[in-house]
């Protein structure tokens, strides 16, 4: 089964930027959509961002919406999150995941439909 490693996390004040990256194991990568996820101290883990497997549809929920950017490079398999003008409420440990299925069209954020967790990466948004 893949697994996939975040990296890139860390701590910035408000209006700071950091990018986000996440190493796939090269065996679907490349055919599958990633997600991108983020779980806050005593709230449930949610979906921040979907990219498809070709990079060319993305999905985002409202509240980052035009400061984060999904992306990929699947000849280095590779998915990033670049997050830009960063919140408080953007504290979290973020995960990404891939998508079960292969060349799926739709993009998911049914996060039991996402498998390869991998540990996490912590940022910290200090206002």
Not at 39 to 62: C, F, L
């Amino acid at each position: 089964q893949a697994q996939l490693v975040e990296s890139g996390g860390g701590s910035v004040q408000a209006g700071g930027s950091l990018s986000l990256s996440c190493a796939g194991d090269g065996r679907t990568f490349g055919s599958v959509n990633v997600g991108w996820f983020r779980q806050a101290p005593g709230k449930e883990r949610e979906a921040v961002a979907v990219i498809n497997w070709k990079g060319s549809e993305s999905w985002y929920v409202d509240s980052v919406k035009g400061r984060f950017t999904v992306s990929r490079d699947n000849a280095k398999n590779m998915a990033y999150l670049q997050m830009n003008n960063l919140r408080p409420e953007d504290t979290a440990v973020y995960y990404c995941a891939q998508d079960s299925g292969e060349y799926r069209t739709v993009l998911s954020i049914i996060q039991s439909l996402y498998h390869g967790w991998g540990p996490g990466t912590q940022v910290t948004v200090s206002s």
